[in-house]
């Protein structure tokens, strides 16, 4: 069964730094692409970043660009969110994902992932 654990959520002020991680279990991490979505209370989730297989190519919606790195460590099985000046548009439960092909694709759409974590919640303070 496969299964997505987040941490490292947290409050922190406006300006600040923290950093998400994924730990997955129950397939072959390396064969999938990896996703982070978030959703703020009312909105939709929407996509924040995914990375490819081996961590060669990276993509992001442009309000993050500059300030969140997604990695990957596939010898841990682990998806990070580096998220650096945050701001508090940014606040909101952060998910992380799993794609559902063993393939490279840039996975912008919830509809490219079929197993999520339970999120963990980011608050920016102003």
């Known amino acids: 069964q496969v299964q997505l654990v987040e941490s490292g959520g947290g409050l922190v002020q406006a300006g600040g730094s923290l950093r998400l991680s994924c730990a997955a279990s129950?397939?072959?991490?390396?064969?999938?692409?990896m996703g982070w979505f978030r959703q703020a209370p009312g909105k939709e989730r929407e996509f924040v970043a995914s990375?490819?297989?081996?961590?060669?190519?990276?993509y992001y919606t442009d309000s993050v660009k500059g300030r969140f790195t997604i990695s990957r460590d596939n010898a841990k099985n682990t998806v990070y969110l580096q998220m650096n000046n945050l701001k508090p548009e940014d606040t909101a439960v952060y998910y992380c994902?799993?794609?559902?092909?063993?393939?490279?694709?840039?996975?912008?759409?919830?509809?490219?992932?079929?197993?999520w974590g339970q999120g963990t919640q980011v608050t920016v303070s102003s």
């Open positions: 129950g397939r072959t991490f390396s064969s999938y692409n």
């Open positions: 990375i490819t297989r081996l961590g060669a190519r990276t």
């Open positions: 994902a799993t794609g559902s092909l063993e393939r490279d694709y840039s996975g912008a759409s919830p509809g490219w992932y079929d197993y």
